[in-house]
């Protein structure tokens, strides 16, 4: 059963705490995706990698890092240095990266209080 | 930097009637995508057109590309009330390795 798996579906934190969101794929993709969704925005790229232990920063990707060990794992930190980090966040992977096919795994929910 | 843009923000239809969902965006592209979303969840991908294809159909749904007007639309025929849903639409700028998402149509299919 291929896909994209993401863990928690909701977490909770308090303010000044780091948070770290799973994603895992097993279709032997490449590239995987970071977006972050908020109500009327639309999704905006955070960070992206194109293959293992390498990763680019997206248009908003101030208070949060990645790591790419694995080929199939791309975990997401939102650090304290995050000023609104309350949102909906969206893992995706796609075969290679550029204009091809993304994946998206279910989402979670972050809401800091 | 948000290169799609979706038109209307929002569509209100009964079961049975066409919707028709327009993208607009602003820099050469070698594809567009069509992605749905259902309240709470991921996108799902529906359909890519290339930039030297016009029409695209795939089941319900049908989509142009007119590259000259920089613009796509999404048309669902014999709407469902399943199809309740966002739709984005996806562009990736030539020489860019990630797809840059508009804002989104919600649409509302009431039975």
């Known amino acids: 059963d291929g896909g994209i798996t993401q863990s928690p579906k909701y977490l909770f934190r308090k303010e000044g705490q780091n948070v770290t969101l799973s994603c895992e794929q097993n279709?032997?993709?490449?590239?995987m995706y970071w977006y972050r969704q908020d109500p009327g925005q639309g999704l905006r790229l955070i960070y992206y990698?194109?293959?293992?232990?390498?990763?680019q920063k997206g248009d908003i990707a101030e208070g949060y890092s990645v790591s790419r060990e694995k080929k199939e794992s791309f975990p997401l930190t939102v650090t304290s240095a995050q000023k609104n980090p309350t949102a909906f966040y969206l893992c995706?992977?796609?075969?290679?990266?550029?204009?091809?096919?993304?994946?998206f795994g279910p989402g979670t929910r972050l809401t800091v209080t | 930097s948000q290169q799609g843009e979706e038109d209307p923000q929002a569509l209100s239809i009964q079961e049975g009637e066409n919707a028709t969902m327009n993208c607009s965006y602003k820099?050469?592209?070698?594809?567009l995508q069509w992605y749905r979303q259902n309240s709470g969840r991921g996108l799902v991908h529906l359909i890519l057109?290339?930039?030297?294809?016009r029409e695209k159909h795939s089941g319900r749904l049908r989509v142009t590309l007119d590259t000259s007007k920089k613009s796509s639309s999404l048309l669902i025929t014999a709407s469902r009330a399943a199809d309740t849903a966002s739709y984005f639409c996806?562009?990736?700028?030539?020489?860019?390795?990630?797809?840059?998402f508009g804002k989104g149509t919600m649409l509302l299919v009431s039975p």
């Open positions: 820099t050469s592209i070698n594809n």
């Open positions: 990698s194109q293959i293992v232990n390498d990763f």
């Open positions: 996806a562009t990736d700028e030539s020489g860019y390795s990630t797809l840059t």
């Open positions: 057109i290339r930039s030297n294809e």
């Open positions: 279709l032997n993709h490449d590239a």
């Open positions: 995706a992977s796609s075969i290679m990266a550029g204009f091809y096919e993304q994946y």
